[in-house]
């Protein structure tokens, strides 16, 4: 049985497909023997590619204010003890220059889906990104919105765009969404995303509340057949403010075979090591690199409204500068051989 199941980490390596079948025993028969060996031949896809070069993403968090009252996210809507923020135009733009003299070479505006960022005001802060800051990628995470807002913001200047699947599965879908979201017009913006000509990023959350081996089986699935250019993926933590509030959290183990069997399915995929990974152990970002990982995505956010963007608890580096997160990861990367890079941080085809 052990050995079946090694057999099958050298197939994924080899071939980066298995069967649905195949992925079950694997994902099912997790050993820490298993996910060392996945570990070790994830290293080794990614290290033709990227080395042990880390690409950085400057997050800039614009705004909490959110229309949606998805049940694991502690900015839903219901939440009435979040103090609710926007940064001006002004502030975003500053923070994204603060971050370019940094070393950032990528800026991700995130935030609830508020209706104040029109696709104009949007817009404008990407055209003052991208003129404040020369070779830098815009990346937008400002949740579903329609084709043609996402063609206007494009033509202003955006090059990628992150939203998360949040799950693979529709059923799943509608477990963890209130009825008026749906799963297909979340995988609709993902196909439009795409078309118009954006570098996508999709993802999950590892440990989701009614999350089974057989979600994880189409989340696998879902990578092999849309192969995103980035997928993001950091366990579930409860927020004390949502209904999940005493749900359990995704595990750093399973987070990391599934980082593996990621890079492996898809080698030349952008895979961040996320913050929530770095929430629930200390070196949880650093884990994540020696799983296959090779992004990180440091907060920019203003120091003042960084407890506020609060999607699950006990979330790191809200008391941090964005010059001391810089450095602490830099140094972080350092300690295991691995170095950030000052670099737009392409997916390489
Ligand atoms: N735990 C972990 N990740 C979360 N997200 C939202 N709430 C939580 C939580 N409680 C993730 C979602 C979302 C991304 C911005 O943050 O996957 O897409
Ligand atoms: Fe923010 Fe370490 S990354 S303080």
Not at 40 to 65: D, M, Q
Not at 99 to 110: A, P
Not at 127 to 151: F, H, N, W
Not at 217 to 244: A, L, N
Request: hydrophobic share 35%.
């Amino acid at each position: 049985m052990a050995e079946r199941l090694e057999q099958l980490v050298d197939k994924l390596a080899a071939e980066h497909t298995l069967t649905d079948g195949e992925y079950r025993d694997l994902i099912a028969g997790r050993t820490p023997e298993l996910a060392e060996r996945l570990a070790e031949r994830a290293v080794a896809a990614r290290e033709p590619i990227y080395g042990t070069k880390v690409f950085t993403r400057g997050l800039v968090e614009i705004s909490n204010y959110c229309k949606n009252d998805c049940l694991y996210c502690g900015i839903r809507r219901s939440n009435k003890n979040v103090e609710r923020y926007r940064l001006d135009p002004d502030t975003i733009v500053a923070c994204a220059r603060e971050g370019y003299e940094l070393g950032f070479r990528t800026i991700v505006l995130q935030g609830g889906e508020d209706g104040h960022f029109t696709d104009e005001v949007l817009g404008d802060i990407v055209v003052r990104i991208k003129e404040t800051c020369p070779d830098t990628a815009v990346t937008l995470s400002m949740g579903e919105r329609s084709r043609e807002s996402y063609q206007r913001l494009f033509d202003a200047g955006a090059d990628r765009y992150l939203l998360r699947h949040e799950t693979a599965s529709p059923e799943h879908y509608a477990q963890l969404h209130p009825a008026e979201m749906s799963w297909e017009h979340r995988m609709q913006c993902l196909r439009d995303l795409r078309e118009i000509g954006y570098q996508v990023g999709a993802g999950f959350m590892v440990g989701a509340p009614y999350q089974t081996v057989e979600h994880l089986v189409r989340e696998m699935r879902f990578v092999e057949d849309f192969k995103p250019d980035m997928c993001g993926i950091g366990p579930f933590i409860p927020h004390h403010d949502t209904p999940f509030a005493n749900e359990p959290q995704g595990t750093l183990e399973l987070t990391l075979y599934l980082l593996s069997m990621i890079r492996l399915i898809h080698p030349s995929v952008l895979l961040p090591a996320t913050t929530a990974l770095g929430t629930i152990d200390e070196r949880g970002r650093e884990k994540g690199m020696l799983a296959g990982a090779n992004v990180v995505m440091p907060n920019l956010s203003p120091v003042a409204v960084r407890k506020q963007y609060e999607l699950y608890d006990n979330k790191i580096c809200t008391g941090e500068e964005s010059a001391q997160c810089r450095g602490c990861l830099g140094l972080r990367m350092t300690l295991i051989g691995y170095e950030l890079a000052i670099d737009r941080g392409d997916i390489r085809k």
